[in-house]
């Protein structure tokens, strides 16, 4: 079976510093990754997804994602911090069957 | 996203009512979802629907139903609701992608679903 893991409800980081945002998943096969952000009364917003190649995934507002096999993770991370970052990120999984499988997500916090 | 819409935004209702919720999409994608968000559950997968005629449950399908009226239309129904129904719904749809690589999926704005 499916699973995503978010160990993190909240995290807190001041504006500037770098930021990580854990994931972990079990997954049966290749795992096909994914973020996304919400905003306060929006929907949710993709930000990056590692299919297959580089384990190093870039995708928008300057994220990217490290893919890890051998530690079954995919934490999303930000060189540098914004306040306009702070929002909850999801990390979301799937085998390939066009169906995902949600974590709980983690708040993000940039403290100015 | 504004090629997902969902009507209404907000609802409060009664126990017992029945209640629609409706998503529209100009993505022209054929695969559509219904999920609901709760608090520290994260997002749950209530109905989906891979093409007009096909429709599957999710991991939480009871107590809902659902229309797919057309490939741009996806209707989700609470036939009586109930209080722990309250939640946040979402509509997504994904289209067709390369290969076997699952598409991303793209989002309504969101209901907001009150029972009392």
């Known amino acids: 079976a499916q699973s995503v893991a978010q160990p993190e409800d909240q995290v807190n980081v001041a504006e500037g510093n770098p930021l990580t945002v854990k994931c972990t998943y079990s997954?049966?096969?290749?795992?096909?990754l994914f973020w996304y952000v919400q905003y306060p009364n929006r929907g949710l917003q993709f930000l990056l997804k590692?299919?297959?190649?580089?384990?190093l995934v870039k995708g928008s507002y300057g994220f990217e994602a490290e893919f890890n096999k051998s530690q079954t993770s995919f934490h999303l991370k930000k060189p540098s911090a914004l306040v306009s970052d702070s929002a909850l990120y999801f990390c979301a999984v799937s085998s390939g069957t066009y169906k995902y499988i949600f974590g709980t997500g983690t708040r993000l916090k940039v403290l100015a | 996203d504004a090629d997902v819409t969902q009507t209404p935004r907000n609802r409060i209702t009664k126990t017992g009512k029945r209640i629609m919720l409706e998503c529209s999409q100009t993505k022209g994608h054929d695969r559509m979802y219904w999920y609901r968000q709760d608090p520290g559950l994260g997002l749950q997968l209530i109905y989906y629907?891979?093409?007009?005629?096909?429709?599957n449950k999710g991991e939480i399908s009871d107590g809902y139903s659902v229309s797919r009226q057309a490939q741009a239309k996806f209707s989700l129904s609470l036939e009586s609701a109930i209080p722990n129904q309250t939640a946040l719904y979402f509509c997504?749809?994904?289209?067709?992608?390369?290969?076997?690589?699952?598409?991303?999926?793209?989002f309504g704005p969101g209901t907001r679903l009150t029972v009392l």
């Open positions: 997504a749809t994904s289209g067709p992608g390369q290969g076997v690589s699952p598409d991303t999926q793209y």
């Open positions: 629907s891979f093409d007009v005629k096909d429709i």
């Open positions: 997954v049966s096969g290749n795992p096909y």
């Open positions: 590692y299919i297959t190649g580089d384990n």
